[in-house]
């Protein structure tokens, strides 16, 4: 056992002598070093160099230096057990003088072994159940202070369920008070929203003795939901028996918010590829059907039974590719012409022709914002945007309502973006608000709303892509858009625009007819994988004139470039397999840098750009074309020599 080490304070010689002695004969009781400071100088000193367990301070009647010792050592923190030895053991006088710590006194006058020996022992065990308090104490202050400032929600009841003690974070979130809650149940905060079973399991659990987690839908004081995921045990006292019970709760609405968009954004991602590849196969085989047709027609008399037959073929395959059209809108992959615009102009202009769309029976209303700024957009997808919104709007109002279109400058921040289904970034955008006052949309059918082919009307009224094509054209320009709507309380959708810098306006590329007669005779190596399309184009090419060198793809195409005298156009697919048209134009380009291409295909937007195709607006023709536009394009491209029409 290590001995105590003992400090006495003080300049009487014989007194130092004195305690030693009665230490010594007493080693049995009490294993004690005794150590002598005789001035308050020396005292401090040794106390820097070594700890001590006990002090010994004489202090005769009119002397503060002990006094003044003894306060400094209880003030800079230094937890050190006292016993004044005194003249009488005044112990009003010695509380006086201290003030504070762990304390004892003995008089001189009737000092002896035993009574040193035990005043000691109960000084230090006096001192140590101190030390423990204080520590007990700051540890409870410690825990009360992090469940005080816990960012999850704490709650204790009793056995019964009652709520004892609430934290603020839990006020926060829920809205009641401490004084609120207290004495009321936590089904204060159910919501109905699940069934009986998960409670019967809470409480199966936590009445067992054992810790219950899961996922709560609870509501707040002001009827609001909130996702809740919570752990609840039950507090035992020291003889096992359950008396408490304390629930610890994380807020996981907002997590659980973006975790749905980013499920949904997938699933409209993953959509929106199937669409786009579903619209290239349509388009191969809407354009086998028109250049059948357009050649069948060529090939009949006018007036012929046939005629009008083959006008309704032609007819159905344009409403059909307006179809995939919708579906390269909500795919994203529409062909655009992007210019910077004042939304203003352009929505005016489009509200002009509303009204013949939605009827008489539906008042319609514009109120432009002002200060709007510019936006980049493509205006004919706008109108489109706009056009389905109304149509939508229509649908819902059977018998009659008001229809308006908004516009307004808005610049976002955290505040206002918080809490919005969608996820928008800060910044500086033009909002168009189109609302009606139409029967609303359901609550179970508002996260689909945008999906392909979803629908409420009946059988017949749509095809379930009007507002799939609003969402694809949206996100296409780089937009954001929220619906909200109620059963009976109409619809609001609104359309966020990224403003740009520009005041300018991008100058537009107008597609004008040759006057230069349609057909030729140069020769045209046509390149495309599939077969159908291919044998279709090139008779109606060589009936044009041309002479026509046919090739299933890239590879074999270059090779026939490179054995051929004379190709004065090359007719490409974009997506082939082997190689790529935009591969092909640059291997063309070593060896033929004077040949023209013109691509087809019917995919379009973003991934011909990613086959490295040059320019949208003036070699590129969208699947399903007619022969005509075909033979269009053909003319201009052969009749230009502009070298930006070949891949640098």
Known sequence: MTPLRVL?????????????????????LI????????????????????PYGLLLFEHDAGDDEAVRLVTDLLHD??????????????????????????????????????????????????????????????SLRKLSRAVEQSADTVVITDCQGVIEYVNPAFEALTGYSRDEAHG??????KSGEQGPEIYQEMWKAILGGNVFRGILVNRKKNGELYYIEESICPIRDVDGKVTHFISNGRDLTERLRLEAQLLQAQKMDAVGRLAGGVAHDFNNLLTIITSYSELALDSVPHNSPLESKIHEILQAARRAAELTRQLLAFSRKQPQALRVVELNSVVSTIAKTLPRLIGED???????????????????????????????????MPQGGHLQIETSDVRLDDDYIHGKPAVIPRGHYALITVSDDGHGIPPEDLPHVFEPFYTTKPSGKGTGLGLATVYGIVKQNNGFIWVYGEPG????????????????????IKETESHNELGGS????????????RRATAEFLRLQGYNVIEARDGVDALALAKEQNAIHLVVSDVVMPRMSGGALAKEVARVRPDTQFLFVSGYAGKTILDHKVVDLETNFLQKPYTLRQLSSKIRRALDTASPTSRPK
């Open 522 to 533: 140069e020769t045209i190596l046509l390149v495309e994988d599939e077969a159908s399309v």
């Open 489 to 508: 309380c109409g619809t609001i959708f609104k359309i966020y625009l990224p403003c740009v810098s520009e005041r300018h306006h991008l100058s537009e």
């Open 8 to 28: 006495l304070v003080g300049d009487h010689e014989e007194d130092f002598f004195l305690i030693r002695e009665m230490l010594e004969r007493n080693r049995s």
């Open 362 to 396: 539906i008042d319609f209303s514009l109120t432009p914002g002002e200060d709007l700024g510019p936006v980049r957009i493509d205006p004919v997808q706008l109108e489109q945007v706009l056009m389905n919104l109304a149509a939508n709007a229509r649908d819902a």
């Open 77 to 138: 923190g230094r937890p050190v057990p006292f016993i004044l030895l005194t003249e009488d053991a005044d112990e009003k006088t010695v509380a006086d003088i201290i003030g504070g710590g762990t304390w004892n006194c003995l008089a001189k006058s009737r000092l002896d072994g035993a009574t040193l020996v035990r005043t000691i022992h109960n000084t230090v065990a006096l001192h140590s159940l101190h030390l423990e308090q204080q520590s007990a104490e700051e």
């Open 31 to 50: 294993a004690a070093d005794l150590e002598h400071a005789r001035s308050l100088e020396e005292a401090r000193e040794l106390m820097q160099h070594r």
């Open 184 to 189: 009321k149940t936590p089904r204060i905060l």
